[in-house]
Every structure is written in C-alpha cells, then in structure tokens.
C-alpha cells in the first residue's frame, strides 16, 4: 500500500480510467513464470486503493507472448497509447518500466504523450508524474536501462555464438549426409545408402544442369532422398522421401556438401516494417571456412552450380512468382489459385498479333514434384469479364442502393440495441430493490438475510452479464457512413469507370486497384467454361461462368458431320462437287465462309478420307494404261470412245484423269452428275 502519492493524485486522474498494462515477452514466460503475471494482476488492487472504482480500471493484456523490443507488433501498447493520447487514461500502471516498452523511442514517445494529457505513470515502486522533473529524468531512466539491459543480454549471447562460429566450432543441425563424430567434427554419414543418394543426386544435377530436370529424372526412376529427423521423438531416425524441387534446391544451395563451413548465409536486419531475414553475399557471412570437411562436390563445382542455378532462375522470369504488380497486362497476376489443387497458379504471356495474350497456367506440382501440369486457363476472357465486373459493381447506382440498404440495417440495430439498453436499465433496478430488502432486514434474522444476500448477488449478476451484452453489441457495428463519405464514395464510383478504361493507366495501377477490391481469384476449367470465384476484399464472393477460349486447333475443327457427309459424297462426287452440294445444303466452314475445291480437299487429306481413286481401284477400275493392254486400243481410241460415251468410266480429280470399267464392251453413257 502507498503511504503517500506525494500529492500527485489529482481529482481529475480519478475522473479517468486507469490503464493496467500487462505482458510477457515469451509465451513460455506466460506458462511458467505465472508468479509474475499474478503480480502484474495484483497492480489492480493498488489502483483500487488509491480510489479509482473497480470498472473503471482497464486491463491491456493483448501482448502476452510478446516482446516488448519495438512496438510494432505489440497491438496492446499502441492500443494504451492511443487511449492515453486521447485524454482517457488518468494513470498507466504497469509492474515496472520495461513491461512497457524495451526501446527507448517507444518509451519517450509514451511519456511525452503522457505529460501532455496530464497523465501519471505507476510501477511497484511508486507512482510519477511525468510533468515533474525529477520523476521525468528517473523514468526517462528507467527506459534506457531496460533497453540497454536487453541490448547487452542480447550483445552477450550473440558474440558468444559468433565467436564459436568463427572458429568453426558452432553445432548446428546438419543436412542429410553428414553427422558429428566422437569429436563434434562434420563427417559423412556411415551409411552407405545416404552417400550414394547424395552421390546421384549431385551427378544428376551435373548431368542434366537443373533442378527441376533433376526433381523429374529422380521421380521418374522413383528414387528417394534421405532426410534425418533433426527432433521430436524420432530424432536422429532416417527417413526416405521424394524429392522436392525445394529440397533440390536447399541442397544445391548448401555449401556444407562441398565441404565449406559457413555461417550467417541469412541475416536478421532491422527494416522500416520490422525485422526481415536477408541473404547475404559471402563477404558478409561470420564464418567461412572451405575444406573443412569433406565434400560430396567440389568447391568449385558448387561455385559452378550457384552460376547455373542463376541462370535458370532467370529463364524462369519475374511475372512467375507471387509478387507484387507488375508491368504485363495480366490483371489478376499473383492474386489468381488454382480451382484443382488450391496452390497460386503462374502467368506466361503469349503474344498475338503484337498483343500480349496472358495464360494462367497451375505449374506447382509439375515444378516441385515432377508431376504433370495442373491446368491453363486463357486469360484474355477471363481477365475482360472481370474488369467488366468491377465496372458493373462499382456502377453509382449500385453504391446508391447499397448504402441505402446499409443505412436501413443501421436503423434496425439501433432499434435492438435501445431494447438491450432498456433490459440493462430494468435489472439496475431490480438489483437496486433487492439491495434496498437486504439493507431493511433485521440482521439477527439470519436466515432471511442470507437469502436476501444471495439475492442481491446474483442480481447483480444478472445486471453485470446484461451491460456486457449491451456493449458488446453496441461495439459490433455502429460505424456510420457519413455523409462526406458517401460522397467521397459516390465521386470514386463515377470517376472509377473514366479512370478504369483510360490508356494512360499502367497495366501495374490497374492491377493495384484490382487489389484494393478483390482478395483472390479461383480458376477452374470445365467442360465448355471456365469458373471463376472472386472473393472481395469486403467479405463478399461472386462466381462468375466465362465462355472457354477455345485453342485455335480446336476452333478450326471441322464438324463431325460435315466430314462424314465429305466421306460419303466421295463415292460418287469429286471434290468440286461435293464443295458445291455442301453449300448448296448450307454448310459453311469454321469461319464461316463457302466450301471450294481447295477446303474439301484439306478436309480429305485431314481427316484421311478414302480418296475416290483408291476407291474405285479397289473396285477394280482400270487406269488408262490398263484400258489400253485389256482392250488392245491405242490411247487416242479410247480417248475418242470416251468422248463419245462408249465406254464407262470416272472422272476421279478436278482435273482431267479417269479411271475405266473393266471388260465393259458396253456402250454406256459416262454418269451425268447433278
Ligand atoms: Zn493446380
């Protein structure tokens, strides 16, 4: 208990709420070290005794588990800065200094804060005001302290790890074929089976020069790369498993196995947006250290692999990861997954006619296992209907009736959240009589008045449970749209289609602004159309069913009945003919135009129609030569008798050739076609 708060507690520290921050900065310290998360509770009953009401003391306790080095993550300590900011906070009670902040700059920000909104700061050990002088120089204090305390624990352990590293003498957990010996030095592994994985593996590589090709070769002769459990109750078991392009390439990255020790390939640094691991060249790496021990490469094949790998990775181009915009005119680029197998699907770009078609293609599994590819889907329909989507929803009109609707539902939670408030209001007053009949009793009357106690209590409740009930629902969703925002939205709205279908919009904004609207795309081929379900960034879903852009070898297919039709007629028609009784019939091409010799014809050969010749030799029909021996006249006899018409015979071709009946004395007349 505080003898004296030094004169520092004002009346209008009372009138605000106390804040009561609490946290640890592991969530194993939540676990096991609960003697002090106890203690940081206790602080309450400190804040209790200098007078502010039990419900008006605020318990932050949104960061344990986290630590306190920078406030980035740490929702709970910007929450209490907000609030202290705001003038809400008449104290900050924390156990001591540095559960509030282990950075210096977090630490003056918040006192700075607090001297402005009049502000005090409690800890174990007293209570500050931070417009006092003297309590500002021993906070600001405490602040650095605590930050340099866990800058030389952290600077400690650090230098210790480097140190060992440097000399080679740092135990990590090593890559499948190597293990300590007796000594802690690298050897290989003495199993023989995992040598000579590791032995094929780097030799496949050399062979085929790419990690993929080398993933495929191994699946297709179904061998196995081993894998040692580093932990957990199998620790030290081996397994054998398939390999994976990203095993593949985590191995061919190593240089353990061309015998390097090395460490710090990553490195923790600090960036704007928190700390970020970052590859580092080898200059920058705290140890290395070649021919260690020994390597199932060389270094200078593994020097020779890092060239290679680079290289391939550039073939593979930019647009192929999930990435942030860029310059190609594929609009769902790095927000579009696979409908098949749910994985995020790549983007190729095919150009046509001087314009860059975008196909979406599901690769993951051909890449990483060897597998076959997932699914393509063309993206130039896919990508128009969904630009027409967005025209279509962010039309005025539509935004008009949405925020009308909004506007309704508002009114009808308000109407329930005054019937809530009026429950809150009934069980005050019932807690209040039955508070009042237990004040009244006569307290020698044991009996009434315990169960007049009991009452009360659980009046009380009763009213507690129903005020959570009420603030919960007032809290769940009265954000109103005003109205400079509606107005804001509707002038978004119209000026979104000018913007939308203007030229000088870069491929990459567009593609920002599909972004601040849609979460992902989910593609799925069927039979004839491609499905493709838009989740939006407001919660919404919309499943839109997109005509399939058929392969141009696809398109140019000629129907089936047309080619049974060609067959047919070839019996009896030559090509011309049969062109006209298929126009005449109303038939057209693929793209729409007349049959003519030249497509019947394409037709035939495509689709290996019988020809009319072979036909009619199979019959046994003579070629002229033929007609000559059988019948011992001379070319321009028959020529002359089928001139006249005394002898049967077939014109095969358009162009002047014909084939005879054979022993035909008769004087038919050459068939007339239609
Ligand atoms: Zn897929």
Not at 462 to 483: H, I, M, P, Q, S
Request: glycine share 6%; charged share 30%.
């Amino acid at each position: 208990m505080y003898q004296s708060d030094g004169g520092k507690l004002k009346a209008t520290h009372l009138e605000r709420s106390a804040y009561l921050y609490i946290r640890q900065s592991t969530l194993r310290q939540v676990y096991e070290n609960t003697e002090s998360t106890k203690r940081q509770y206790a602080l309450k009953k400190k804040a209790v005794a200098l007078g502010w009401p039990e419900d008006s003391i605020i318990i932050i306790d949104n960061d344990l588990g986290v630590s306190g080095a920078s406030s980035g993550s740490r929702e709970g300590f910007k929450k209490l800065v907000a609030e202290v900011g705001m003038g809400h906070a008449g104290i900050v009670v924390s156990i001591e200094v540095s559960r509030l902040s282990r950075n210096s700059s977090d630490w003056l920000r918040l006192l700075e804060i607090c001297a402005i909104t009049d502000t005090l700061i409690m800890d174990e050990d007293g209570i500050y005001d931070v417009n006092d002088f003297n309590d500002r120089l021993l906070l600001g204090l405490k602040g650095t302290m605590s930050e340099a305390e866990i800058h030389f624990l952290q600077a400690r352990m650090r230098g210790g790890t480097i140190s060992k590293a440097r000399r080679g003498e740092l135990k990590r957990a090593l890559p499948a074929g190597y293990v300590y010996n007796g000594d802690d030095k690298i050897v290989m592994d003495p199993d023989l089976a995992v040598q000579n994985a590791l032995n094929l593996f780097f030799k496949t590589f050399r062979r085929t020069g790419a990690a993929f090709a080398t993933v495929r070769e191994f699946r297709r002769l179904d061998l196995k790369i081993p894998k040692r459990f580093l932990s957990g109750f199998r620790k030290g078991e081996l397994a054998w498993n398939p390999l994976t392009h990203c095993r593949a390439l985590g191995m061919l990255h190593n240089p353990l196995y061309a015998g390097i020790y090395c460490y710090g390939r990553q490195q923790i640094k600090k960036t704007v947006s928190g700390k970020k691991s970052f590859k580092m060249p080898v200059e920058s790496w705290h140890a290395y250290m070649p021919d260690a021990h020994p390597g199932y490469i060389t270094k200078d094949e593994f020097e020779e692999n890092q060239k290679k790998l680079k290289e391939n990775a550039y073939a593979y181009g930019e647009d192929r990861r999930k990435s942030p915009p860029r310059e190609g005119p594929a609009l769902l680029q790095g927000i579009i997954v696979c409908g098949r197998c749910g994985k995020r699907m790549s983007v190729r770009y095919q150009k046509n006619c001087s314009k860059l078609v975008p196909i979406y293609t599901c690769m993951r599994d051909l890449i990483e296992n060897g597998a076959k590819m997932c699914q393509i889907v063309m993206g130039e329909k896919v990508d128009e209907e969904i630009s027409k989507l967005l025209l279509e929803m962010l039309n005025p009109l539509a935004i008009k009736a949405a925020i009308k609707v909004q506007n309704e539902l508002k009114s009808r939670k308000l109407e329930a959240l005054s019937f809530y408030r009026q429950q809150v209001e009934r069980a005050k007053y019932d807690m209040e009589i039955a508070r009042k009949r237990y004040m009244l009793v006569d307290p020698q009357n044991r009996l009434v008045a315990t169960e007049l106690e009991a009452e009360w209590n659980r009046k009380i409740r009763e009213l507690e449970k129903l005020k959570d009930n009420y603030e919960k629902k007032k809290e769940d969703d009265l954000k109103e749209v005003t109205k400079t925002v509606k107005s804001d939205i509707m002038k978004i709205a119209n000026d979104f289609a000018k913007i939308w279908s203007s030229a000088n919009v870069s491929f990459k904004d567009k593609k920002r602004m599909i972004r601040l609207l849609i979460e992902d795309v989910t593609v799925k081929n069927n039979d004839k159309k491609v499905i493709a379900s838009i989740r939006f960034r407001a919660g919404t879903c919309k499943t839109l069913f997109i005509e399939r852009k058929l392969p141009i070898c696809e398109v140019r297919k000629t129907r089936k009945d047309i080619i049974r039709q060609v067959d047919e007629l070839t019996e009896n028609y030559i090509p011309s003919e049969i062109a006209d009784i298929l126009n005449r019939k109303g038939y057209r091409a693929w793209n729409g135009n007349m049959f003519n010799l030249r497509t019947i014809n394409r037709i035939i050969r495509t689709y290996g129609i019988k020809r009319r010749r072979k036909r009619l030799r199979d019959k046994g029909c003579l070629s002229l030569k033929e007609k000559m021996l059988e019948t011992n006249l001379s070319q321009a006899q028959i020529m002359q008798m089928r001139n006249e018409g005394k002898i049967t015979f077939y014109r095969i071709t358009d162009r002047d050739e014909y084939l005879y009946e054979p022993q035909d004395t008769c004087k038919y007349l050459a068939k007339i076609q239609p």
